[in-house]
């Protein structure tokens, strides 16, 4: 069985207690990086073994955990904050385990999309979840594309870019078109801005951005 537990994206008191079982139970729990999952684990005083499975792993090591978990390995996979797969190693894994015929669960809970998208006040009923823009090529193309669809569409994307996206939101989607940015959700200093892509770019380029960032866009009107 492999299970796929999701973990809080800031708040170490947002997991549930089914999660927390898991976590206890398995034999081995796969974490993207070890050293910051240990932190969840100890604050919930859970002493399970852990290994590293990360994007840069993850292809090496995908053949050898899908054979142990046909073996009856009981193993989790925890990502560093939200659900794994989601913009996050995990789904290499599924797939080897489905295609193997190894049963996969996947334990509700946090991930970073859903309370921006909530919290924005831009209409949820319909959304594309676009997730991490590419860097270089094809960036381009995904913008205009998201630009032109009906409904709400959702970024993830660094701090360090976060001025940089919204200039570039601004060029395909008009100045005035509403969005959201939500940073560091569940923390201390969580901010949640919606507002028009000018007032936005005016807002977080005037301050040092910190925090995993979430923007949330209206679609085409």
């Known amino acids: 069985m492999l299970y796929v537990v999701p973990t809080p994206i800031g708040n170490l008191e947002d997991i549930t207690l089914r999660a927390l079982r898991v976590l206890k139970d398995v034999a081995l729990i796969l974490a993207e990086d070890t050293r910051t999952s240990r932190k969840l684990l100890n604050h ?19 053949e050898k955990l899908t054979a142990e978990l046909a073996a009856g390995a009981a193993i989790a996979l925890i990502s560093d904050a939200g659900t794994p ?3 996050d190693p995990g789904f290499l894994l599924v797939r080897a385990c489905v295609r193997a015929g190894v049963r996969v669960e996947c334990l509700p809970g946090p991930t970073a999309f859903v ?21 270089k090529k094809g960036r381009q193309t995904r913008l205009k594309y998201l630009a032109e669809l009906p409904h709400t569409f959702v970024l993830y994307e660094s701090p360090y870019r976060l001025v940089k996206c919204l200039e570039e939101l601004i060029v395909v989607c008009g100045p005035e078109r509403a969005a959201c940015v939500a940073r560091e959700l569940s923390k201390l200093h969580e901010e949640v801005k919606t507002a028009s892509l000018a007032d936005l770019l005016a807002h977080f380029s005037a301050k040092e ?6 923007v949330v866009v209206a679609g085409r009107g």
């Open 85 to 87: 797969g989601i913009s």
């Open 209 to 214: 951005v910190k925090g995993e960032i979430v």
């Open 44 to 62: 919930h005083n859970i002493g399970t073994p852990l290994r590293s499975f990360h994007a840069h792993n993850e292809h090496a090591v995908v």
């Open 115 to 135: 309370p921006a998208l909530v919290a924005s006040g831009i209409p949820c009923d319909t959304f594309h979840f676009e997730g991490f823009l590419p860097h």
